[in-house]
């Protein structure tokens, strides 16, 4: 039986990505079978590789640049020597796809902007993600885009946590990952119309504007409502929900109920008064009287009651716990690849499942110019691979 293809597998992407925003995007369209050519800078690769997360490296690499660059080829060519550009421009002929996050003008600065790439392949599509987007006041101020700093101006960090509290950051960098996801479709949309019309084209996303999009219904709110949205002083998840919505102490940890009509929830908790209540105007008194009760029972025992009951409800867990169960289940949710220098290392899958075309795990995080030697001799042969060399291109 032949074996099924990626969805992607014909497609060539050259991929100038850092960080997380880039790297999540083509690591993702790479699973799909792209060949996903990662360009490093010679010696010393992406920069996200030499921070160290939580203090340490796996392989000499940091976490993060491992979890965003498996199944991508790694060549290090330098951008700013006239032959390495020259090189570039002449791979862009063979390559369906650009991807950059740079801030905004940097690639055209170093002549491998979209005008650069359009004049070598007009049939190229050139993706281009950045924190604030090209035109914006805080590009133009020359604001860095990092996750953080875009959650403190769009809202993020004032509409989490408890009212009093100091503004909170999400436990994840979601504007990074919002602005992956986003370039992504982009990328694939801009295939698809690149294959019914015959032309290429430029497709950006920012962190800014995908952060805004993620927050769409709270925004939709305050525009068209006239509204300030207010956190909970008694912890209610969200700005936008009525309680119950929220984390509640058990007697031995913490549950998470979402979203019970208060008559319903009362019953299974003793508390019949609790219909009284307005879950919107009373939400924090709600909240604080459905604390008291979950207190008087252990978080397994408020479990068999909310299940049975078929309540919206969770036990809270460490990262470690959701780990750990994958782990022992030998959950397909991570894949395990072999490292050359860390051994065997696990990673969060793709979360996408397709029947016809899956998604695949070809190979593991690359070292910095691993591929170099073997992706150039297939672009234009050995003789001018050694070239290259000798010039100090690559």
């Known amino acids: 039986m032949e074996k099924p293809t990626g969805a992607l597998d014909d497609i060539r992407i050259l991929d100038f990505t850092q960080m997380m925003l880039g790297p999540l995007c083509t690591q993702t369209l790479a699973d799909m079978g792209a060949d996903v050519i990662k360009i490093e800078r ?5 920069w996200m590789r030499s921070m160290p997360m939580i203090g340490a490296f796996v392989g000499g690499d940091s976490a993060a640049f491992h979890a965003f660059n498996r199944n991508k080829r790694s060549v290090t060519v330098d951008l700013k020597h006239p032959d390495g550009r020259g090189l570039l421009l002449e791979m862009a002929r063979d390559c369906d796809v650009v991807v950059e996050n740079f801030r905004t003008g940097v690639m055209d600065r170093l002549g491998l902007g979209h005008e650069d790439f359009k004049a070598a392949n007009p049939r190229i599509i050139y993706a281009s993600g950045s924190g604030w987007g090209a035109g914006s006041t805080m590009a133009e101020k020359g604001m860095p885009g990092q996750d953080l700093l875009i959650q403190a101006m769009s809202g993020v960090m ?39 019309r015959g032309v290429g ?26 509204i300030t949205l207010e956190r909970s002083e008694a912890g209610v998840a969200t700005c936008w929900n009525d309680a119950p919505y929220g984390a509640h102490a058990t007697a031995d940890g913490w549950v998470a109920i979402a979203m019970c009509p208060l008559a319903r929830l009362g019953s299974l908790l003793g508390d019949d008064d609790l219909q009284n209540m307005d879950p919107w105007v009373e939400r924090d008194a709600v909240k604080l009287r459905i604390d008291a009760l979950t207190r008087q029972k252990t978080t397994r025992d408020l479990m068999a ?19 750990d169960e994958l782990v022992s289940a030998k959950s397909n949710r991570l894949v395990e690849m072999e490292h050359p220098e860390a051994g065997k290392i696990k990673a969060i899958a793709n979360p996408i499942t397709m ?12 070292r910095v110019g691993e591929h170099t030697d073997q992706v150039l001799a297939e672009f234009f ?11 100090g291109a690559i």
Not at 42 to 46: F, L, M, V
Not at 355 to 360: D, F, M, N, Q
Not at 381 to 391: A, C, F, V
Request: net charge negative.
């Open 158 to 196: 004032y509409n989490t946590g408890r009212a009093g509290d100091p503004p909170t950051a999400c436990g994840t960098p979601i504007a990074d990952f919002a602005a992956a996801q986003s370039l992504a479709i982009a990328i694939l949309g801009a295939l698809v119309a690149r294959d019914r």
């Open 305 to 323: 009651i909310f299940e049975k009951a078929d309540i919206w409800a969770a036990p809270i867990r460490r990262t470690s716990e959701a780990l």
């Open 201 to 226: 084209q430029k497709v950006e996303t920012n962190l800014y504007s995908a952060t805004l999009n993620v927050m769409g219904q709270e925004n939709f709110a305050v525009l068209n409502q006239d």
């Open 42 to 46: 010679p010696g010393k690769g992406e």
């Open 381 to 391: 042969g050995t003789e001018r691979l050694n070239d290259l060399k000798t010039s």
């Open 355 to 366: 029947s016809e075309t899956p998604v695949t795990l070809r190979h593991a995080p690359p």
